[in-house]
């Protein structure tokens, strides 16, 4: 494979760039009303009253695809840190405990049946970051005092927060109310909802500015993903590129996560299957998986929603049984390219 | 004062009950080709790490050309010395190419990507390596013999005076072994460089380094002197020339075993012989 | 090093244009309160549905959701999804002017959207039997049929107050409600079935609990010794097929009172598992289990 250059880069983003505003597009058009493209163009009002395919298009579908890249884009791109900085091809964000902390946040929110909200958005999205954040913080502080930032320490403190985590979980569970116990699960299994324009653009541009501060470190992630030593000997001051991927990628989680709920198997799958393709250099990792992982999450959101229409299916269902499937396929085809330790 | 590397009495415990090094003192001058021997666990891995700055001493310090070498800083240190572990196969696929690029990682441009200097110098490394027809081969389809010398190419890729390796052929073959050595010694005649190898072969390091230096293993356990000095009556090390600290006594006091000596042509090989190996009862070797 | 300040200065200025243009009140639609009495009503919920239909307003009916079975005309009527996943487009496409929702996390959420769209939306909140008393009274006033549901309120309370003095008399019954029988679920004290119970002429078998459906153990129910069981049937139209595997199931439990009498009940579960006009026929038909001398079959 060739090394990458800037022209290459550059090539492969636009052209990933442009297939996803594509795809955004064609998904906004799709679902379960017929919209019709020359209404929408007549304006908001078809006459005297507001007209419906403009209202759908812009109000609902619209947002839902926006937030559907977005949290695609962030999961995508925290799967592929979470990889480098582990060492493994098999970890995705919620390894550490991030998946059990916003989920504690969210039941703790729902249970204790808070109404107010902040900007329009329920108490179980800011639990759910707050939840989020302070069970990376912990795992973090637990692997510092036991391992010294080795990864064993990481991942075993992540091993026990989550369980410790999730017996808590089942607990609050068993004494929710029926509608209560409703509300977790659906937040549990991942949903697209319809956020209104703040906080799409704050939510946005956060995620935008952590993918990009991930794609300077690429280099540096290149010789860590190689090995910690290595990565020192060549000048690279590991524990500080370290610490910021870390907490860049927990946070893009962590806001994903309070605006959809958990969502997997897009952090794991994508980042290998862009890997299988494309080659491990994170610097071409970074932009491709993250418009890649908006992509997939565009396209089976949009499959959630026409496939049992009027309902609609959690996002996390349609991830699960596509992209499986879809990564077996990729990994009988390139499996060639890759070379497992033994 | 040619010394380019000066350790001044460094001692290194790993644990209270763990003593490794002590009053290490030996200074390295440009150029040289210095080998590292003892037998396991005397601490040849642990000086060499020391040397590369990755781990710090309890008392003693190295000076690198005169300064310390905590005041480099993990760069500075990175622009003069080299480290040559042994091969593995890392958990991505990365190719030779690009593995032997990361080595020029802290001179990359704003946006991440190498320079025209960086490529030539990277090129000019695998061609000395021999692995530029490998170039776009990814690591785990090499030989280990291979994988090796794109090791040491990426630690030639940094450019450095001093090249520091930690047992690089212990698991190769005769072939890839002289192969290495070879390209040690070229490297130093071509690159005037410092090369300082830790390694388990002492007839190869005969033939092919300039000094060595002798490391005994220190007594462990709580009989240990809690300061980690080694019992008073001998050093821990004996540095020279190849010829004089490769002499069959010192490797028998070293390893603990008996050997049978003989000569090559300038040097000497040693074959260390137990009580049920074939040739055990020549006569004219020492009990 | 330049980068990152690049970075941190951009973030922050988009961060401050998000406020500035995003968040200003021009750029926020909210519903303005509207007077009229609305003409197209979406209901999320079924027994908001029923309450919309008791007030006589099936005409103005413009969506519900699938599961909105009673009364039989309401199954006609354009559906909107289902009362855990109601499509938001659906609603819209109905052009509503009114939707009524209830109050939990999930469906106030939509309440909030639809409102932040430009949608008058309702979210009730209906738990107890004095909820669903507020609940029509919140209806009738928001769809201009005060009266009517002033009236409804009356004959529901009326019905209701006739069957209380009937059972006041006698004996106060323990009542085992059993939701699920694997595990075994009951109806807790902090319900709105045990309040039908308590109506009915009956006492909950089960002390005060932490969980409102607390999973029991054959121990409990020994202790408990209930003299009916009730258990609602699961779907419509199995109600001999749950007897018989009820029969069956409870038939080891020799020491319990209702057991040894015979007095398991196998009840239609439509009327007893929703809060809605049909209260006073759930109680009624909860009283025939205990006092079937009073209530006849």
Same mark, same amino acid.
């Given at each position: 494979?060739?090394?990458?250059?800037?022209?290459?880069?550059?090539?492969?983003?636009?052209?990933?760039?442009?297939?996803?505003?594509?795809?955004?597009?064609?998904?906004?058009?799709?679902?379960?009303?017929?919209?019709?493209?020359?209404?929408?163009?007549?304006?908001?009002?078809?006459?005297?009253?507001?007209?419906?395919?403009?209202?759908?298009?812009?109000?609902?579908?619209?947002?839902?695809?926006?937030?559907?890249?977005?949290?695609?884009?962030?999961?995508?791109?925290?799967?592929?840190?979470?990889?480098?900085?582990?060492?493994?091809?098999?970890?995705?964000?919620?390894?550490?405990?991030?998946?059990?902390?916003?989920?504690?946040?969210?039941?703790? /929110?729902?249970?204790? %049946?808070? +109404?107010?909200?902040?900007?329009?958005?329920?108490?179980? @999205? =800011?639990? !759910? &970051?707050?939840? $989020?954040?302070?069970?990376?913080?912990?795992?973090?502080?637990?692997?510092?005092?036991?391992?010294?930032?080795?990864?064993?320490?990481?991942?075993?403190?992540?091993?026990?927060?989550?369980?410790?985590?999730?017996?808590?979980?089942?607990?609050?569970?068993?004494?929710?109310?029926?509608?209560?116990?409703?509300?977790?699960?659906?937040?549990?299994?991942?949903?697209?909802?319809?956020?209104?324009?703040?906080?799409?653009?704050?939510?946005?541009?956060?995620?935008?500015?952590?993918?990009?501060?991930?794609?300077?470190?690429?280099?540096?992630?290149?010789?860590?993903?190689?090995?910690?030593?290595? /990565?020192?000997?060549? %000048?690279? +001051?590991?524990?500080?590129?370290?610490?910021?991927?870390? @907490? =860049?990628? !927990? &946070?893009?989680? $962590?806001?994903?996560?309070?605006?959809?709920?958990?969502?997997?198997?897009?952090?794991?799958?994508?980042?290998?299957?862009?890997?299988?393709?494309?080659?491990?250099?994170?610097?071409?990792?970074?932009?491709?998986?993250?418009?890649?992982?908006?992509?997939?999450?565009?396209?089976?959101?949009?499959?959630?929603?026409?496939?049992?229409?009027?309902?609609?299916?959690?996002?996390?269902?349609?991830?699960?049984?596509?992209?499986?499937?879809?990564?077996?396929?990729?990994?009988?085809?390139?499996?060639?390219?890759?070379?497992?330790?033994? | 004062?040619?010394?380019?590397?000066?350790?001044?009495?460094?001692?290194?415990?790993?644990?209270?009950?763990?003593?490794?090094?002590?009053?290490?003192?030996?200074?390295?001058?440009?150029?040289?080709?210095?080998?590292?021997?003892?037998?396991?666990?005397?601490?040849?891995?642990?000086?060499?790490?020391?040397?590369?700055?990755?781990?710090?001493?309890?008392?003693?310090?190295?000076?690198?050309?005169?300064?310390?070498?905590?005041?480099?800083?993990?760069?500075?240190?990175?622009?003069?010395?080299?480290?040559?572990?042994?091969?593995?196969?890392?958990?991505?696929?990365?190719?030779?190419?690009?593995?032997?690029?990361?080595?020029?990682?802290?001179?990359?441009?704003?946006?991440?990507?190498?320079?025209?200097?960086?490529?030539?110098?990277?090129?000019?490394?695998?061609?000395?390596?021999?692995?530029?027809?490998?170039?776009?081969?990814?690591?785990?389809?090499?030989?280990?013999?291979?994988?090796?010398?794109?090791?040491?190419?990426?630690?030639?890729?940094?450019?450095?005076?001093?090249?520091?390796?930690?047992?690089?052929?212990?698991?190769?073959?005769?072939?890839?072994?002289?192969?290495?050595?070879?390209?040690?010694?070229?490297?130093?005649?071509?690159?005037?460089?410092?090369?300082?190898?830790?390694?388990?072969?002492?007839?190869?390091?005969?033939?092919?380094?300039?000094?060595?230096?002798?490391?005994?293993?220190?007594?462990?356990?709580?009989?240990?002197?809690?300061?980690?000095?080694?019992?008073?009556?001998?050093?821990?090390?004996?540095?020279?020339?190849?010829?004089?600290?490769?002499?069959?006594?010192?490797?028998?006091?070293?390893?603990?075993?008996?050997?049978?000596?003989?000569?090559?042509?300038?040097?000497?090989?040693?074959?260390?012989?137990?009580?049920?190996?074939?040739?055990?009862?020549?006569?004219?070797?020492?009990? | 090093?330049?980068?990152?300040?690049?970075?941190?200065?951009?973030?922050?200025?988009?961060?401050?244009?998000?406020?500035?243009?995003?968040?200003?009140?021009?750029?926020?639609?909210?519903?303005?309160?509207?007077?009229?009495?609305?003409?197209?009503?979406?209901?999320?919920?079924?027994?908001?549905?029923e309450i919309?239909f008791a007030l006589g307003?099936?005409?103005?009916?413009?969506?519900?959701?699938?599961?909105?079975?009673?009364?039989?005309?309401?199954?006609?009527?354009?559906?909107?999804?289902?009362?855990?996943?109601?499509?938001?487009?659906?609603?819209?496409?109905?052009?509503?002017?009114?939707?009524?929702?209830?109050?939990?996390?999930?469906?106030?959420?939509?309440?909030?959207?639809?409102?932040?769209?430009?949608?008058?939306?309702?979210?009730?909140?209906?738990?107890?039997?004095?909820?669903l008393f507020?609940?029509i009274a919140?209806i009738g006033?928001?769809?201009?049929e005060e009266e009517r549901a002033h009236a409804l309120c009356a004959d529901m309370r009326a019905e209701?107050?006739?069957?209380?003095?009937?059972?006041?008399?006698?004996?106060?019954?323990?009542?085992?409600?059993?939701?699920?029988?694997?595990?075994?679920?009951?109806?807790?004290?902090?319900?709105?079935?045990?309040?039908?119970?308590?109506?009915?002429?009956?006492?909950?078998?089960?002390?005060?609990?932490?969980?409102?459906?607390?999973?029991?153990?054959?121990?409990?129910?020994?202790?408990?010794?209930?003299?009916?069981?009730?258990?609602?049937?699961?779907?419509?139209?199995?109600?001999?097929?749950?007897?018989?595997?009820?029969?069956?199931?409870?038939?080891?439990?020799?020491?319990?009172?209702?057991?040894?009498?015979?007095?398991?009940?196998?009840?239609?579960?439509?009327?007893?598992?929703?809060?809605?006009p049909?209260l006073?026929?759930?109680?009624?038909?909860?009283?025939?289990?205990?006092?079937?001398?009073?209530?006849?079959?």
């Open positions: 494979m060739q090394p990458l250059t800037p022209k290459i880069l550059l090539f492969r983003t636009a052209v990933a760039a442009l297939l996803l505003i594509a795809i955004m597009l064609a998904c906004a058009l799709v679902g379960s009303q017929d919209v019709s493209l020359r209404a929408v163009f007549r304006g908001p009002r078809d006459g005297a009253t507001p007209s419906l395919d403009y209202e759908i298009l812009m109000r609902v579908r619209i947002p839902r695809v926006l937030l559907a890249a977005m949290v695609g884009a962030a999961l995508a791109s925290s799967g592929v840190i979470f990889q480098a900085l582990l060492r493994n091809p098999l970890a995705d964000p919620y390894i550490l405990g991030i998946s059990s902390g916003a989920g504690l946040g969210a039941i703790i /929110a729902v249970i204790s %049946g808070l +109404s107010w909200t902040l900007w329009g958005r329920s108490p179980i @999205a =800011i639990f !759910a &970051f707050v939840g $989020a954040l302070g069970t990376v913080w912990l795992v973090w502080g637990i692997g510092r005092i036991t391992g010294r930032h080795q990864v064993a320490g990481l991942l075993l403190a992540g091993v026990v927060v989550n369980a410790f985590f999730s017996a808590m979980i089942m607990f609050l569970v068993s004494i929710a109310r029926g509608q209560q116990l409703y509300a977790t699960i659906f937040w549990l299994m991942g949903n697209m909802t319809e956020e209104d324009l703040f906080v799409l653009w704050v939510g946005g541009g956060g995620i935008l500015a952590g993918i990009v501060a991930l794609f300077f470190l690429g280099p540096q992630l290149n010789i860590i993903s190689v090995g910690h030593q290595d /990565a020192r000997s060549i %000048g690279v +001051s590991v524990e500080r590129v370290e610490l910021t991927a870390f @907490a =860049i990628s !927990a &946070f893009i989680t $962590a806001v994903a996560v309070s605006l959809s709920g958990l969502i997997g198997f897009v952090g794991l799958i994508v980042p290998h299957a862009v890997r299988l393709l494309f080659g491990p250099d994170h610097r071409q990792l970074l932009p491709l998986s993250s418009l890649a992982g908006a992509m997939f999450l565009v396209v089976a959101d949009t499959i959630a929603r026409i496939v049992v229409a009027p309902a609609q299916l959690p996002v996390g269902v349609v991830t699960a049984m596509i992209g499986g499937p879809f990564f077996l396929f990729l990994l009988v085809r390139y499996s060639r390219r890759v070379y497992w330790p033994t | 004062m040619t010394a380019v590397l000066q350790v001044n009495r460094v001692s290194f415990r790993y644990g209270p009950q763990k003593p490794v090094l002590s009053g290490i003192d030996f200074a390295i001058e440009r150029g040289t080709f210095l080998a590292v021997a003892g037998p396991n666990g005397a601490g040849k891995s642990t000086l060499i790490r020391i040397m590369a700055g990755i781990l710090k001493p309890q008392s003693g310090n190295i000076l690198l050309e005169g300064r310390d070498l905590n005041s480099y800083g993990i760069r500075g240190i990175a622009q003069r010395i080299a480290l040559v572990r042994q091969e593995f196969v890392p958990a991505f696929g990365f190719s030779v190419m690009e593995t032997v690029l990361m080595a020029r990682t802290p001179y990359y441009d704003q946006w991440g990507f190498e320079s025209h200097q960086d490529r030539d110098l990277v090129l000019k490394a695998l061609e000395l390596t021999d692995t530029a027809r490998l170039a776009s081969r990814a690591l785990g389809s090499l030989s280990s013999g291979e994988r090796q010398r794109v090791f040491i190419a990426r630690a030639l890729a940094q450019n450095t005076p001093i090249l520091l390796l930690d047992e690089p052929t212990s698991f190769l073959d005769l072939k890839y072994q002289v192969g290495i050595y070879d390209l040690l010694k070229s490297i130093q005649a071509d690159m005037a460089a410092t090369i300082i190898a830790a390694t388990h072969d002492i007839n190869l390091a005969s033939q092919y380094c300039d000094e060595a230096l002798l490391l005994y293993p220190l007594a462990e356990g709580p009989e240990a002197p809690a300061d980690g000095s080694r019992l008073p009556d001998r050093p821990q090390f004996r540095v020279g020339r190849t010829s004089e600290i490769f002499a069959p006594e010192e490797i028998q006091r070293a390893f603990g075993i008996r050997v049978f000596s003989g000569r090559v042509g300038t040097e000497r090989f040693v074959l260390p012989l137990g009580t049920r190996a074939k040739d055990a009862h020549l006569p004219g070797l020492p009990t | 090093m330049a980068k990152w300040w690049l970075l941190t200065a951009a973030a922050a200025l988009w961060m401050a244009c998000g406020y500035a243009l995003v968040r200003s009140p021009a750029a926020e639609r909210r519903a303005g309160p509207s007077p009229s009495i609305p003409t197209r009503i979406v209901s999320l919920a079924p027994n908001l549905t919309l307003l099936e005409p103005s009916i413009a969506g519900v959701t699938q599961d909105s079975d009673y009364p039989p005309a309401a199954r006609d009527k354009p559906k909107v999804g289902t009362f855990w996943q109601p499509s938001i487009e659906a609603v819209i496409a109905t052009r509503p002017d009114l939707v009524v929702t209830e109050a939990f996390e999930q469906q106030r959420d939509l309440a909030r959207r639809l409102q932040r769209i430009g949608y008058r939306s309702l979210a009730i909140n209906v738990e107890t039997i004095a909820g507020d609940a919140t006033a928001a769809t201009g209701i107050d006739q069957l209380k003095a009937k059972t006041a008399a006698g004996p106060r019954l323990k009542v085992l409600w059993v939701v699920q029988r694997e595990p075994l679920r009951v109806a807790g004290r902090n319900t709105f079935i045990n309040e039908m119970i308590e109506l009915a002429g009956g006492e909950n078998a089960i002390g005060p609990t932490l969980h409102i459906y607390p999973a029991i153990g054959a121990e409990q129910v020994i202790t408990a010794r209930p003299d009916v069981i009730i258990e609602p049937a699961m779907l419509p139209g199995t109600v001999d097929q749950q007897r018989r595997q009820a029969l069956a199931y409870w038939g080891r439990f020799e020491n319990v009172p209702a057991v040894t009498a015979g007095r398991i009940c196998i009840i239609d579960g439509d009327v007893v598992s929703r809060l809605s049909r006073p026929e759930g109680i009624r038909t909860v009283a025939r289990c205990l006092r079937p001398d009073l209530f006849g079959e």
